[in-house]
């Protein structure tokens, strides 16, 4: 379940929705992130307020230091979690590779060669007799 949290000067989807920019401030009205350009926000609170309130969650918020998220100990960088198609492409890919090398531990091996038994020479096929074709009883081709 995700959580919308506006008013304190960001959004929260279960942490912050994007990092602080040098390019925009945070609305503390709405939580919309507004370019420095402009001094006043959609909903009317002005960056002089935004500011003001920023200074006081600071100070506020000095004396209680907040532990990092997960997320944050890592460098600050999010992973998002993987789609399930990659998930049964990788499910698939091991069950296949499991597979196979079951296949090679378990499988028959082939039959080894039987090795003949001192002094016996194997003659080899026996010979060839060539024969005569078999002739027809009538002359071929039978329409001449």
């Not at 038994?117 to 194997?122: F, H, I, P, Q, T």
């Given at each position: 379940m995700r959580s919308l949290t506006r008013g304190r000067g960001e959004l929260n989807y279960d942490g912050p929705v994007a990092e602080k920019t040098l390019h925009t401030w945070t609305c503390p009205g709405c939580g919309r992130r507004v370019p420095l350009r402009v001094e006043a926000c959609h909903c009317g609170a002005t960056r002089a307020e935004a500011e003001a309130r920023a200074a006081e969650a600071r100070t506020a918020g000095a004396a209680l230091v907040p532990r990092p998220s997960p997320a944050e100990a890592a460098g600050g960088r999010h992973v998002p979690p993987l789609p399930t198609d990659v998930k049964a492409l990788a499910v698939g890919s091991l069950?296949?590779?499991?597979?196979?090398?079951?296949?090679?531990?378990?499988?028959?091996?082939?039959?080894?060669?039987?090795?003949?038994?001192?002094?016996?020479?194997?003659?080899?096929?026996?010979?060839?007799?060539?024969?005569?074709?078999?002739?027809?009883p009538f002359k071929l081709p039978w329409w001449k």
């Open positions: 069950v296949v590779l499991v597979g196979g090398l079951i296949w090679l531990v378990f499988a028959p091996s082939r039959p080894s060669p039987i090795l003949p038994v001192l002094g016996y020479a194997d003659a080899g096929p026996p010979p060839v007799v060539s024969t005569a074709p078999p002739r027809p």
